[in-house]
């Protein structure tokens, strides 16, 4: 059974950079699956980060994309974010997720990982 | 940008009854690009239909989605105490985006 487990630092100074990581267990990154970043921030709603396939082709939120990377580690099963020059609007609860195959949808999440900008 | 708009806010209802809630889409989508998530405080969001009707692995048939033109429909057929929760409907459309909705909180009457 594939499972999602979001890492990284709880606390992000404004205008630095956010990176975190989705480590896979019980599949590979490498697999015949779409894998995304989603976010929520406290008391709202969610929003769509970015999507990685195979480590190689990737698809970004028009809103985010000149400050966010999402890459792929297949070495260490892994899928990374990054969002540079981050504010207080980023900060959020941070999920990965794959997409549920052939369909336009998310069927396996993490848990969430929360991440506070913040002086 | 499709901009999904969830009705109601906050839907209160007591166990057993029947909820509807609605997703209407500010414009056409495939049936195929819609799907409803159910979330508790502190978890992720569990995907609970796909493709506007489908229900996901596990869901029980309580679940059940529709469409009709722009919008789309969860309902659950009789309430249990664990289906209180934020529901939202998402779409993938203007490749490649995915958004939501708001959220409809199923609180306990």
């Known amino acids: 059974q594939v499972q999602l487990q979001e890492s990284g630092p709880g606390l992000v100074k404004p205008s630095g950079t956010l990176s975190l990581t989705c480590a896979v267990s019980?599949?590979?990154?490498?697999?015949?699956?779409?894998w995304s970043w989603v976010r929520q921030s406290p008391g709202k709603g969610l929003a769509w980060i970015g999507e990685?396939?195979?480590?190689?082709?990737?698809n970004y939120n028009p809103s985010l994309k000149s400050r966010v990377t999402i890459s792929g580690d297949e070495s260490k099963n892994l899928v990374s974010l990054t969002v540079n020059s981050v504010t207080a609007a980023d900060t959020a609860v941070y999920f990965c997720?794959?997409?549920?195959?052939?369909?336009?949808?998310?069927?396996?999440w993490g848990q969430g990982t929360m991440v506070t900008v913040s002086p | 940008e499709i901009v999904l708009t969830q009705s109601p806010g906050t839907l209160s209802l007591s166990p057993g009854e029947r909820a509807t809630l609605s997703c209407r889409t500010s414009?056409?989508?495939?049936?195929?690009?819609l799907a409803w998530y159910q979330q508790k405080p502190g978890q992720a969001p569990r995907l609970l239909i796909y493709?506007?009707?489908i229900r996901a692995t596990g869901i029980p048939d309580r679940f059940s989605g529709s469409a009709s033109g722009t919008d789309f429909t969860l309902t659950i057929s009789r309430l249990e105490p664990e289906d209180f929760a934020v529901y939202y409907c998402?779409?993938?459309?203007?490749?490649?985006?995915?958004?939501f909705g708001q959220g409809t909180n199923l609180e306990i009457k």
């Open positions: 414009q056409s989508l495939r049936s195929r690009d």
């Open positions: 997720a794959r997409h549920i195959t052939g369909w336009n949808a998310f069927d396996i």
């Open positions: 998402q779409q993938y459309g203007s490749f490649p985006m995915y958004t």
């Open positions: 990685i396939y195979r480590s190689g082709t990737t």
């Open positions: 019980g599949g590979s990154i490498s697999d015949n699956y779409w």
């Open positions: 493709g506007a009707s």
